[in-house]
């Protein structure tokens, strides 16, 4: 009975087993603490619940009540978009019409300025044109009269300087050359508003011409008139001073005899001729082209102020 009690040492403690012994067996098959799979790291596997008729059905309806959409659906979206689309045309072309609108109107107050500037130029013109035409009646007067000896008062050399001029009109044309180049001139809707405007214009043209015409004829009077009249007398009385001065000097040269290089009458019946040449240019353009261009600028300005408001 004896032997079979355990042994046991010292302390009490039963010794330690032996490597062939069984109950280590249990120990070597169970896993270590950094072989332990985490429960994250397993896999889960779900089993989900068959989907029954009653719940497909509920499904089925559920996408069928959201995706059928009748007809005035659509024609409430086509209304909506075709009323954005059209708001927006209408916004931009509204904004396009005031910018044209404030254009024109720049261009209108342009053109008024240079109409009002062409006026004042026709008026001087038309003023020394007048001068011109006294002075050549007086000029075919004097040679009517024929000339004696070899000195000549000295308003033949006053009226023969003045009346071998020939003024030129200088039109403001600058905002019409920039309408017509860049197509603005379609700003102006008003079509007779248009052609009173290329009228107005074109007009410039025949003046040009009638002036260049008058220029040939003027230079065949300076042409005669350096072989009759003598420079060297005549420089004392042609000296550039103030505005006083230079009228001194005239009635000095009006009152004075001054000779002349020629007094042949062949040559000074040519002279007379050549200002008889001018007297048509002369005599149309003040009473009929000028005229007409001044009313004619003047109509233009009262139109453009009452349609554009300007003052």
């Known amino acids: 009975m004896e032997e079979n009690k355990p042994i046991h040492n010292e302390e009490g403690k039963s010794p330690p087993p032996t490597d062939d012994s069984p109950q280590r067996e249990p120990q070597l098959n169970n896993p270590s603490t950094d072989e332990t799979i985490t429960e994250a790291e397993q896999p ?7 989907v029954t008729e009653q719940e497909m059905e509920v499904h089925h309806h559920s996408h069928a009540s959201h995706g059928k959409k009748n007809w005035k659906s659509y024609f409430w979206e086509f209304l909506m978009l075709f009323l954005a689309v059209f708001c927006g045309f209408l916004a931009e072309y509204q904004l396009e019409h005031k910018i044209e609108r404030d ?11 240079d109409l009002e500037k062409d006026t004042i130029q026709i008026n001087n013109v038309v ?4 001068e011109i035409s006294a002075c050549i009646d007086s ?15 000295g308003s033949f050399y006053y009226h023969s ?5 020939s003024p030129i009109m200088i039109w403001n044309d600058a905002t019409l050359i920039q309408l017509t180049q860049s197509g603005n ?3 102006f ?3 007779e508003l248009v052609n009173k405007i290329s009228s107005y214009y074109s007009n410039q043209d025949y003046i040009r011409y009638l002036t260049n015409g008058d220029r040939e004829r003027r230079e065949k009077s300076m042409a005669i008139r350096s072989r009759i009249l003598n420079n060297y007398y005549y420089k004392d009385y042609s000296t550039v001073l103030p505005l006083g001065k230079v009228k001194l000097l005239s009635d000095l040269l009006m009152k004075n005899i001054i000779p002349v290089q020629s007094n042949d009458p062949q040559l000074l019946n040519e002279y007379a001729n050549s200002f008889e040449n001018r007297r048509g240019y002369i005599n149309l353009v003040l009473t009929d082209t000028y005229p007409k261009a001044k009313a004619n600028a003047k109509e233009l300005i009262l139109i453009l102020k009452k349609e554009y408001h300007l003052k």
């Open 161 to 165: 300087q003045i009346g071998t001029l």
């Open 189 to 191: 809707r008003d079509q």
């Open 139 to 153: 000029i075919s007067m004097f040679l009517h009269n024929g000339v004696s000896g070899n000195k000549v008062p």
């Open 185 to 187: 001139l379609r700003y």
């Open 127 to 130: 003023n020394q044109l007048g």
């Open 44 to 50: 889960i596997t779900q089993n989900p619940s068959p």
């Open 103 to 113: 254009r024109t109107r720049e261009y209108a107050s342009l053109l008024i300025k």
